[in-house]
């Protein structure tokens, strides 16, 4: 069986590895100061030019780019290249305000098809597989990521998109899916759907499953393996750095190899952006080595994580990434929308409410819970019931127009919302997310 | 005239009425009537109580508490007599958003407090039949 989808580049020696970075990061950083003036500025504030970087050891000299340069600079400012050179846009899941837009030469698109491709040859996907792609197709990255890799490697392509639990299931079971795609929060939810309707995992013909897009667990993974009768494959990508692919999970299951020859990554100390040396935890920012329409240079994800560049036992030779353990910012990622609670106390004051409240973030089976707990004032208390609960409904509508997903919302009494040290309690995540 | 409701929003959980009334007890006041609307989370307290203003003032650090004007008829403590307010009422279009009852000092006394869209109409309309209807200060009495 195929077990690389690359292999002179995915087992390449280290050396090999570190010597095609450095090629691409010089060539990348002048494409970016000739073709970005947002970034140049960016470079000529800290005072570096491209003739400063000259190897992947001088990445460090250069400026980071956030989320709010991506908000700053939207939509074009990043854009690296004409606009008649792209052929497609995706996005962000698109909370409000902060929507993301990623341009796509065809030559990109190329690339990021051949890092999912990677991705299922090494859940072993062959051409002899039925992959079943139920992540939403359209601006989310998920969908035309996975479909890309599919075709790359000869598979049957089932373009399924999400939803439809009852003809996802009937096409799994008429055409014998072999590998599923999907979120694992939607993987479990297949698994428990297949055991109401009477099937046992030994029914179907699935043996592998690319899951990601939100957080999951080792217990998650283990549940689904059992209620699917699969080996569960973990996979990684941001929308800013292509999609689904940055890295994924070979047989170890023990951390995701990142496509290095694609993507730089480092770990910085997310408090004063200093690198921090291997096997520490810290923020992993990325720098693309081949995009052309949106050429990201140290991108900060807000993802905490480590990097583990011991030899595996795979034979990949490229640096392994652990689940992300956190954020370095307050992004809630709430049934794989992001939701910054900051949204939420603007919805609240523009509706006349104090900006007193708590999210409560749990999980029933396997799907998120999301409940806002808003304390009441007295400009909002009615002695009549039915007012203080269209005022509960309306506030939840506001917060899905806002938020693009749907709180539950509860009002409480004033001063009734915990306070640790005089400071509202504003998170709770009982989700248990990280290991 | 009406008299004046007190309402209270109380988590729909354990120790918060006895909360309530103790403050409401604490403070001199006697509940002369009251009733409880619940929802998931909440609930609220409503309560004809003597010495409204007093009472607001004293708990309105420790309670989401409101003041509603509402219509108390008085009816007979009988079988039938609370069907001549409400077809009264009726008759005059007047709707009841809620509404409940205490019995009175006296004999074959009793009331019905009523939470209605148009009160000045409603207590004409109640006056004009015959009904009588407590004010404020009829109440402390």
Redesign the interface.
């Known amino acids: 069986m195929k077990r690389y989808y690359q292999p002179e580049i995915e087992t390449a020696p280290r050396e090999k590895i570190l010597e095609i970075q450095n090629e691409k990061i010089v060539r990348q950083v002048r494409h970016v100061w000739d073709n970005v003036p947002y970034y140049r500025h960016l470079m000529e504030e800290k005072g570096v030019t491209p003739d400063d970087i000259k190897s992947v050891d001088d990445i460090r000299k250069l400026p980071f780019l956030s989320k709010a340069d991506l908000r700053d600079a939207y939509p074009y400012g990043l854009l690296g290249t004409d606009l008649k050179n792209c052929v497609r846009i995706q996005s962000t899941s698109g909370t409000t305000g902060r929507r993301v837009v990623a341009f796509y030469t065809q030559k990109d698109i190329d690339l990021w098809e051949d890092c999912t491709a990677r991705a299922i040859v090494a859940a072993g996907g062959t051409e002899e597989d039925v992959v079943q792609v139920c992540y939403g197709y359209g601006l989310f990255t998920g969908g035309p990521g996975l479909h890309g890799g599919s075709h790359k490697v000869g598979c049957l392509t089932l373009p399924m998109s999400s939803g439809n639990t009852e003809r996802q299931i009937q096409f799994m079971m008429d055409l014998g899916t072999t590998i599923l795609c999907c979120t694992p929060s939607y993987a479990a939810y297949i698994g428990e759907s297949l055991a109401e309707q009477g099937y046992k995992p030994e029914d179907n013909k699935l043996k592998a499953g690319i899951f990601g897009a939100e957080p999951w667990t080792e217990e998650m993974r283990r549940q689904i393996e059992k209620s699917l009768g699969i080996k569960a494959y973990d996979i990684y990508g941001l929308t800013e750095t292509s999609g689904p692919g940055v890295s994924f999970e070979c047989e170890e299951q023990n951390g995701m190899h990142i496509n290095e020859d694609h993507f730089y990554a480092e770990i910085i100390d997310p408090e004063t952006g200093e690198v921090l040396p291997d096997g520490e935890k810290g923020e992993l920012v990325f720098t693309s080595l081949d995009k052309e329409a949106f050429p990201l240079l140290r991108y900060r994800t807000r993802d905490i994580c480590v990097l583990n560049r011991t030899p595996c036992s795979c034979g990949r030779t490229h640096v392994r990434m652990s689940k992300p353990m956190g954020r370095s910012d307050d992004m809630l990622i709430i049934r794989g929308v992001n939701v910054f609670p900051s949204q939420i106390e603007t919805v609240l004051l523009k509706e006349g409410y104090t900006p007193n409240y708590q999210i409560v973030l749990d999980r029933e089976r396997n799907t998120d819970t999301f409940d806002v707990y808003v304390e009441v004032g007295p400009d909002q208390f009615s002695d009549l019931m039915g007012q203080n609960q269209r005022m509960e409904k309306g506030l939840e509508t506001a917060l899905r127009t806002m938020l693009g997903i749907g709180p539950k919302v509860h009002l409480v009494a004033p001063k009734t919302i915990t306070r640790s040290e005089g400071k509202a309690v504003r998170v709770i995540d009982r989700r248990k997310l990280h290991d | 005239m009406a008299i004046t409701?007190i309402?209270l929003?109380?988590?729909n959980q354990p120790g918060q009425l006895v909360d309530a009334v103790e403050a409401i007890s604490a403070n001199g006041a006697n509940i002369r009537a009251m009733s409880i609307?619940e929802?998931?989370?909440?609930g609220?307290l409503?309560a004809i109580v003597t010495d409204t203003d007093h009472i607001i003032r004293q708990l309105k650090d420790q309670?989401?508490i409101?003041k509603?004007e509402v219509v108390a008829a008085r009816m007979g403590d009988q079988s039938g007599s609370l069907l001549p307010i409400l077809k009264t009422l009726n008759e005059a279009n007047i709707n009841i958003?809620?509404m409940y009852a205490f019995t009175g000092t006296g004999p074959d006394e009793a009331y019905v407090v009523l939470?209605v869209n148009d009160i000045i109409t409603a207590e004409a309309v109640l006056n004009a039949s015959g009904i009588q209807t407590l004010t404020d200060t009829s109440l402390k009495i």
């Open positions: 409701q309402s929003f109380l988590m609307a929802a998931n989370d909440f609220i409503r309670f989401l409101t509603t958003e809620y939470r």
